[in-house]
């Protein structure tokens, strides 16, 4: 059975210089609390590529309205995704291996919502 979620998220940079991730908020149908999706944060930080954009400041004292920042980097990416999940099974005679497999969907447009959920 494939569940799905609705994720609200923060990626940003973090002092290592390695990507962070935060989830602000989570809509989900994991009614049975199988706990499928408690370890998103590694398939988001797989899966979204973050869209980091230089931070503008506003001067409203001279001509030019927006100065941008002067280091150029952005630090934030806040975004939506769709995320599906499932639990897998494999293995062999002598083992049994569970593991979830996470689709994740970056919500860019209303399309992308609909499209996701007609499957």
Do not use: C, R
Not at 13 to 36: A, M, P, Q, S
Not at 42 to 59: G, S, W
Not at 85 to 100: C, M, N, P, R
């Amino acid at each position: 059975m494939v569940n799905k979620a609705i994720v609200s998220a923060h990626i940003w940079k973090g002092e290592d210089g390695e990507n962070e991730v935060e989830i602000l908020d989570i809509i989900h149908d994991d009614h049975n609390h199988t706990g499928i999706f408690d370890d998103i944060d590694h398939a988001l930080l797989e899966q979204i590529t973050p869209n980091y954009v230089p931070e503008v400041k506003y001067d409203l004292e001279s001509e030019l309205s927006i100065v941008i920042k002067d280091n150029l980097q952005a630090s934030d990416y806040y975004f939506m995704a769709i995320v599906e999940a499932e639990f897998v099974t494999s293995g062999g005679f002598e083992y049994v291996e569970h593991d979830i497999q996470y689709e994740v969907t970056e919500i860019k447009s209303i399309e992308d919502v609909s499209s996701n959920f007609t499957k």
